[in-house]
């Protein structure tokens, strides 16, 4: 269509006669704008934010950095930082991954897929544990906590040795069982009888039946608003078990408007539930909490540092605590900000909440965990 | 019959006054539609900062997805990146390594189009059987919006790529980087380097201020927060294109770089979430239609479970890794029904049964699943997710 200008692929040519300004610019950009129809945008990446931000590591071990890390010093940072969501032995909890065990189990109905029965290079693991783990707190390991965690993990999947140091010298040389396990996308010759140029319109089959329902297994959300609304929906008997379940739920905020938690700022402790999300893989609240990767946090708000009897602390918070520090609202606030700024030292590898409102809500939020 | 008191008597609304302008200066959409909402599954992830849900594909019309109710997929929450602290990084095997900022990006040459972006684990749960009982929840891993971005190959072109280049390597901002993988040549065909979706900026959730857009490919790849594209000879093999992302076969043996979406349709309603509630006589069937291959050429539905087939209404003509409209007007007196719609596309490409995908695929493929779907209508207009022989 002539009436439509095609989309431009390379800068306009001014008339550098015609503008003074363009003139010095390209004089500066002599070898750029003017002669190859670049559009002279952007500056070029110091080697400094190159160096930053290129992390990934390929297969053939480019891109690793120095350093080394053995299987024992592993297991502690792994505990430390890991376990919470990976299980101790990297047997993964609940829903989390899990990263060891699933060896020859690929070709099963629901195969377990690991780092040892399914990751086909170590790259793989390297990489992403040190740009994107611990999870709430990425890049904040050293290399060679890297390369310990993946000692560990290869240890868990009975790869290595209990003595094995992994190094960027002997990376290269560990074998993934699963590395001949892949193929390129076949699709196109093993489904090539999806192109079929005539589909079939009538007589298809012979019968059909239903073979499976999708109501006999129960497993979808149920949308009370739409249960409620529809009358032509009525609840079966699994959806009445569900909403009737849900129910106590429903009734708490009238709980917790009872006199004993009057002083509590209800909506500003709602923020902080979500804020809490953020503390939640390595704390725990509520009348089942356990000490996890940290303390439980029940009664925290008031109570003495290092307040839970039966967790280990460093010995950095005991001091404080010696010393008679108390988690008041100051304390709180400021150790939440900038948890290493507050406590030298400190174990928890959270990086802080940014935002004074994320910080008070969530203080609000522990306040009902009294 | 009585008259209508709507009709009859004065209502307040006819009387009285609606609200001022500016009474919402961004409008949410009234409340009498609150239930048009993004849901989740909680089962099916640890924790919902690592975790996806869903679109209310029912309760649409039409192929453009609002951004409010767009599917949302994270690994690592959906960060906020103010437009002034966005850096993208253009480096690798390149003349010369480049940061641009977001004011940078809107100097270049700007396209816009209309793309689909599905999870490759859409209708994942599927794969065993009838499990999820509701087209959101079987099929709302998918949006449909319109791109307004700077074309990648732009962008490289600008630093350079070397002969040797082979792959652009891409990662978002956050924590879990996300990165992938993407061959050169789709790298300089049609990725986009997209800042406004339906006309407006990027939701945070979708990638505020920048996300890339790789038309027809899987979801995964579509990063969001996009801040650095490296030239490589070798793909990186991140965690997203290994330990995710491939496609476990019944020996044992995954696919990987499985990257184009086949062509796949669903009827939105009917379905369980959208029972037909208007009794007998005119029924309107609708759904979506879209191919990662190319344009859709055809839908076509069947009430019987597959036995018989007719050619559904496209809105409008398909074009190319976007979704298409089709509707199907016909007339329902109580009978029971197996709906089904089988989607074409311009390649000859015609969308399997899950029994035609398990045959090459077995059980465990998790991803790709772009099998036909059934929903049982009884009677009573309420429709249910089934499997059939």
């Not at chain 1, 990376?171 to 069982?177: G, S």
């Not at chain 1, 039946?209 to 109501?215: C, D, G, V």
């Not at chain 2, 499985?258 to 062509?263: K, L």
């Not at chain 2, 699943?369 to 997710?385: L, Y």
Request: glycine fraction near 8%; hydrophobic fraction near 35%; proline fraction near 6%.
């Amino acid at each position: 269509d002539r009436n439509i200008a095609p989309m431009p692929d390379a800068a306009p040519r001014m008339n550098a006669e015609a503008d003074f300004d363009f003139r010095l610019i390209a004089s500066a950009q002599a070898s750029n704008a003017a002669a190859d129809g670049k559009f002279g945008i952007g500056r070029p990446a110091l080697p400094e934010e190159v160096a930053a931000w290129d992390l990934d590591v390929a297969p053939d071990g480019t891109g690793l950095p120095e350093g080394s890390g053995d299987v024992l010093n592993g297991e502690e940072v792994f505990v430390d930082y890991c376990a919470s969501c990976h299980g101790d032995f990297a047997e993964g909890l609940g829903n989390w991954p899990k990263l060891a065990g699933g060896d020859g189990t690929l070709d099963h109905d629901d195969p377990l897929k690991t780092v040892g029965s399914y990751w086909p290079y170590l790259s793989t693991v390297w990489d992403y544990v040190n740009r994107s783990m611990p999870y709430g707190a990425a890049q904040t390991l050293t290399p060679d906590e890297v390369y310990a965690i993946t000692a560990y993990i290869l240890y868990s999947n009975y790869l290595v040795d209990d003595d094995f140091v992994l190094s960027n010298e002997n990376f290269l040389e560990v074998e993934m069982p699963n590395a001949d396990g892949f193929i390129l996308d076949d699709r196109e010759e093993s489904e090539a009888h999806f192109w079929t140029a005539e589909p079939c319109m009538e007589n298809c089959k012979d019968s059909v039946e239903i073979m499976l329902r999708a109501t006999d297994l129960g497993v979808t959300p149920v949308d009370e608003a739409a249960v409620e609304e529809s009358a032509v929906e009525p609840a079966t008997d699994e959806e009445t078990t569900q909403v009737a379940a849900a129910t106590p739920a429903e009734a708490e905020p009238e709980a917790e408007a009872e006199p004993a938690s009057a002083s509590i700022d209800t909506a500003l402790a709602e923020e902080g539930e979500k804020v809490f999300r953020k503390c939640s893989a390595c704390h725990q609240v509520g009348d089942d909490a356990k000490n996890r990767t940290g303390p439980l946090l029940n009664g925290v708000v008031g109570a003495q540092f290092a307040h839970v009897e039966d967790f280990r602390y460093g010995k950095t918070i005991e001091d404080m605590r010696d010393n008679g520090m108390v988690w008041d609202e100051e304390n709180l606030s400021a150790f939440l900000a900038d948890p290493r700024g507050f406590m030298k030292g400190t174990k928890m590898s959270f990086a802080g909440l940014r935002k004074d409102e994320e910080i008070a809500a969530v203080i609000e939020y522990l306040k009902t965990y009294p | 019959a009585d008259p209508d008191p709507l009709i009859t008597e004065v209502q307040p609304w006819a009387s009285g006054w609606g609200d001022a302008v500016d009474a919402t200066p961004y409008g949410m959409p009234i409340e009498f539609e609150s239930d048009v909402i993004r849901r989740n599954v909680e089962w099916l992830t640890a924790d919902t900062i690592s975790s996806i849900n869903f679109t209310p594909i029912h309760a649409l019309d039409g192929t453009i997805t609002p951004q409010g109710c767009a599917f949302e997929r994270h690994h690592s929450g959906a960060i906020e990146l103010r437009k002034q602290d966005y850096r993208l990084m253009i480096n690798g095997l390149v003349d010369t390594p480049l940061v641009f900022t977001y004011e940078d990006l809107e100097r270049f040459p700007r396209e816009q189009h209309v793309y689909f972006c599905e999870c490759a684990a859409n209708t994942g749960m599927e794969w065993a059987g009838a499990q999820l009982n509701g087209a959101q929840y079987t099929h709302g891993m998918i949006h449909n919006m319109e791109y307004t971005g700077v074309p990648l190959r732009t962008l490289l072109a600008e630093a350079g790529v070397q002969t040797e280049g082979k792959w652009v390597y891409v990662e978002g901002a956050d924590a879990s980087s996300n990165g992938r993988s993407i061959p050169l040549e789709k790298a300089l065909d049609d990725v986009l380097v997209a800042f406004k979706a339906n006309g407006e900026a990027l939701r945070k959730e979708h990638g505020y201020p920048v996300r890339l857009v790789v038309p027809g490919w899987e979801g995964n790849m579509w990063v969001k927060w996009l801040r650095r594209v490296e030239v490589t000879t070798q793909a990186i093999e991140s965690r997203e294109e290994t330990s995710k992302y491939t496609d476990t076969l019944a020996d044992g043996t995954s696919r990987k770089w499985t990257w184009v979406m086949d062509a796949k349709s669903v009827i939105t309603s009917p379905s369980p979430q959208a029972p037909i509630k208007h009794g007998h006589g005119p029924l309107v069937i609708t759904g979506m239609a879209w191919s990662g291959r190319g344009a859709i050429t055809g839908v076509d539905v069947s009430m019987d479970g597959g036995v018989t087939w007719q050619p559904a209404r496209l809105a409008a003509p398909g074009t190319k890794m976007a979704l298409t409209r089709f509707y199907f007007d016909t007339e329902w007196n109580g009978e029971d029904m197996l709906l089904q719609s089988r989607a074409r596309d311009e390649t000859g490409y015609v969308q399997p049964t899950k029994a035609q995908l398990r045959e090459v695929r077995g059980l465990n493929s998790i991803y790709h699943n772009n099998c036909i779907q059934t929903w049982h209508v009884n009677p009573n207009g309420e429709a249910e997710n089934v499997e059939v022989s």
